[in-house]
């Protein structure tokens, strides 16, 4: 044989012995994964998400009857300055219960992009920088922001008896004598409604307030039934586990599956987007740019600073929890400039479905969201707590690939009383 021929017919026994290596991890998918990273996956699988635990300070959290309120305040623009507005305009079932704009619009138009809520209850902070402590607390507050549903409290309590007296009774009991209260007035920041509101009895303000609290209850009770369905990623972590290596195959592409591989390794996702909901529900720095249109955002430096102060925190009358119950707020770090712009990761559950994407909408793709992330660039203020991840651009294609194996529609618990 001429010696010319030896390093093609080694390069060529090679090439055999590798394809033969890459054809068996095709025939048996279940070995290109380590126990460590199926423990990982397992911990990412929907399978791992445990059951809701009560919300102590919310005594009607559980209550079918407060849910199917809820659901039906939820829906209802009455509630609202214009009759034209609910908390369904920023949070639509069929878009994972947000509303796919850079920012949200009710009466006027808000600062920042509505967050999905499926899994919402899983939370112990609310908002991109968690200003509240409770779904109940969190319910409240667009009702009364000018921008959003841009009513006030003796107006929601008006249409309370109206038109849901029989619903609330049955739950909250009897509604006492509104003859005589304002028909507009809270503490909001229409001239004319506070006005009317200063000129209430403190007893009279706090029989309003607490019927106001309740529908924020009701409300809290529907959204903890709004969770996430089982996606295709979970079909495949459920082949992996059950060593189902034709079920792999056919659920994943290659593609996906590496995705899945950098999204648990070197692109570092997990930092932020763990567990079952793919978020760690916490806050953080990673250096998305200000939007030029808006006002500072400082993100969770005010959000600290305003749930220690919240006139419906989990330490307030209003809450149904012991002070003892109250651990979060309890053990809240003093709020300081580590805090500064950090805002809450949303679960990356459908992901691929609701651009754009951060805060403000600052993203218009994955593909800028994975290259911001990519680079790494300082942050406008604070520090950023990426590092940057040299990923290629086939890298982030097939990250892109496996995020979209997150999509599936969100689940509501249907045993609603009355449905």
């Known amino acids: ?23 068996a991890s095709a025939l048996c998918p279940r070995s290109a994964w380590n126990e460590d990273e199926i423990a990982t996956l397992r911990t990412l699988w929907i399978g791992s998400l445990p059951p809701l635990t009560p919300d102590p300070s919310n005594r009607y ?49 808000t600062n920042r992009r509505a967050m999905p809520l499926a899994g919402v209850a899983y939370s112990p902070w609310l908002f991109w920088d968690g200003r509240k402590d409770s779904l109940w607390a969190q319910a409240l507050e667009p009702l009364e922001n000018p921008v959003e549903h841009g009513g006030n409290r003796t107006l929601y309590v008006h249409l309370i008896e109206q038109h849901y007296k029989a619903d609330y009774e049955a739950i909250f009991g009897p509604l006492p004598d509104l003859a005589g ?20 009895r403190k007893d009279q303000q706090e029989t309003v307030t607490r019927i106001f609290v309740n529908m924020g209850k009701a409300i809290a009770a529907y959204e903890r039934r709004i969770l996430p369905a089982p ?16 079920a792999m195959k056919a659920t994943f592409t290659p593609d996906e599956a590496a995705g899945l591989r950098l999204f648990i390794g070197k692109a570092e996702c997990l930092q932020c987007h763990n567990g079952p909901l793919f978020t760690d ?18 993100g969770r430096i005010s959000g600290a600073l305003k749930v220690l102060a919240d006139e419906f925190n989990c330490f307030s009358h209003y809450s149904d929890a012991a002070p003892d119950d109250c651990v979060e707020l309890r053990f809240m770090r003093e709020p300081g400039f580590d805090l500064e712009r950090q805002f809450k990761p949303p679960s990356l559950r459908n992901v691929a479905e609701r651009a754009p994407y951060m805060h403000a909408g600052q993203f218009a793709s994955l593909a800028e969201v994975l ?26 294609k097939q990250i892109i690939a496996f995020l979209h194996t997150l999509t599936a529609p969100v689940s509501v618990d249907s045993a609603l009383a009355g449905n």
């Open 231 to 246: 996606a295709r990623f979970d079909a495949y972590v459920e082949a992996l586990l059950a060593a189902d290596e034709e």
């Open 1 to 23: 044989m001429h010696r010319a021929s030896r390093p093609f017919l080694i390069f060529l026994a090679v090439a055999i012995l590798v394809g033969s290596s890459v054809a």
């Open 61 to 109: 959290a559980d209550d079918p009857f407060a849910a199917a309120l809820g659901e039906k305040l939820f829906f209802d623009t009455r509630f609202s300055s214009n009759g034209q507005v609910a908390c369904t305009t920023c949070h639509l079932p069929e878009l994972d219960f947000q509303d796919g704009k850079r920012l949200s619009e009710g009466v006027g138009v």
């Open 181 to 200: 209260l304002p028909m507009s007035a809270g503490p909001v920041e229409d001239a004319a409604a506070r006005a009317a509101w200063d000129g209430m």
């Open 371 to 396: 290259d911001h992330y990519n680079r790494a660039p300082a942050a406008p203020v604070g520090h950023n707590e990426l590092e940057t991840l040299s990923l290629s651009s086939t890298e982030i």
């Open 281 to 298: 529900n916490h806050f953080h720095n990673t250096g998305v740019p200000t939007a030029p249109d808006l006002p500072e955002d400082r």
